[in-house]
């Protein structure tokens, strides 16, 4: 081990994160005017699923849980943050996040480089328990900022429940079934409160 | 278990932690001229403990080591950031961190929340071989940053080299032998540039 190159390396990587502080999601943090930006929603999502454990319909290593969030969103520095509800921007930036990733962790010394991209590869696939809880976790976090915010990014950004429901139902409900249900009947009445888009008013 | 009511303890301490994205630290993330706030600099620091495991002194248990992290600052809700260079400040915001450990923790249902308070303070009394990294790796990150920004915080705050020696040498030598050294010289380098106040020039 080049122990000098090596920390030359991990030095470029984690100041390459830096980066992840100026990319903005749709939200915005409450009290606050300015958007919510993917480094500080990376750690709230770690807390989320750390408090909601009893909760989980498997057993899971929550260590392993918030290592694959605290990666999850990295290739955003290289792709962007694509709104979940925005399928077309989805697709397109795909490719662009496996070329961040690839990029990005190959900027540490190979065998840390090569485990990161492990664990953003295990979150984007979701096929472990880990990453099926992570992904669910990722999901419920703006679904209950907005529900507690006056509904400001589905407002903005002109979203029904549908697509909420589509979109976050079958990820949260396998990991979470007794939760689903409450986020259900919060949903309807934001909704009522014209937080929400009614279903199918486009 | 009363899911309903976990849930909504669960939902209030997840939008306590909105209030960590506005508590604002000393460095500027690079790139941008605003400040750093420690909900990001939390994330940050969990992805510099990850890639420097090949260095430690001692085995830990990485996800042990993360979630420590993730909760270390939660506290400075209430108590605030108080720059490590700044003693008086420092002893004072000790009493309001332990208040607002009880008082947030105290959010979430009780075995969560006590769970978490067992974190916070194992962080904080730095006793096992995990606390002892986390701790080393919080104190770790502004140097680097410092390091490769010309010194902004150390410059607009006018910290001396013995300072930033006494502070971080005990904590990150410990467990990192052979960073520290490193370290060292790229200190003594930013002096040569003046980026760092010199030795005893107060």
Redesign the interface.
């Known amino acids: 081990?080049n122990?000098?190159a090596?920390?030359a390396a991990?030095?470029s990587?984690?100041?390459e994160?830096?980066?992840?502080?100026?990319v903005l999601r749709k939200n915005r943090?409450?009290?606050?005017t300015r958007f919510?930006?993917t480094?500080?929603h990376?750690?709230?999502i770690?807390?989320?699923a750390?408090?909601?454990?009893?909760?989980a319909a498997e057993p899971v290593?929550?260590?392993?849980v918030?290592?694959l969030l605290?990666?999850h969103d990295?290739p955003e520095i290289d792709a962007g943050d694509v709104n979940v509800y925005d399928a077309t921007g989805r697709a397109a930036a795909e490719a662009k996040e496996e070329a961040g990733a690839t990029r990005i962790f190959g900027l540490?010394?190979s065998?840390?480089g090569a485990q990161?991209y492990a664990l953003w590869r295990e979150f984007t696939t979701g096929t472990s328990a880990e990453a099926r809880y992570a992904r669910a976790i990722d999901r419920m976090?703006p679904v209950?900022?907005n529900l507690?915010s006056a509904g400001q990014s589905w407002r903005e950004n002109g979203i029904r429940i549908d697509q909420v429901t589509r979109m976050n139902h079958p990820k949260i409900s396998g990991m979470f079934p007794?939760?689903w249900p409450?986020l259900e009947q919060q949903l309807q009445a934001a909704v009522t409160r014209g937080d929400l888009g009614p279903a199918g008013a486009e």
């Open positions: 081990m122990t000098a090596d920390f991990i030095t990587f984690v100041l994160l830096e980066k992840l502080k100026a943090p409450l009290g606050q919510e930006n480094a500080e990376s750690w709230q770690c807390l989320l750390m408090s909601v454990l009893p909760h290593d929550m260590g392993r918030v290592q605290l990666v990295i540490l010394p065998a840390t990161m976090m209950l900022q507690n007794t939760l409450l």
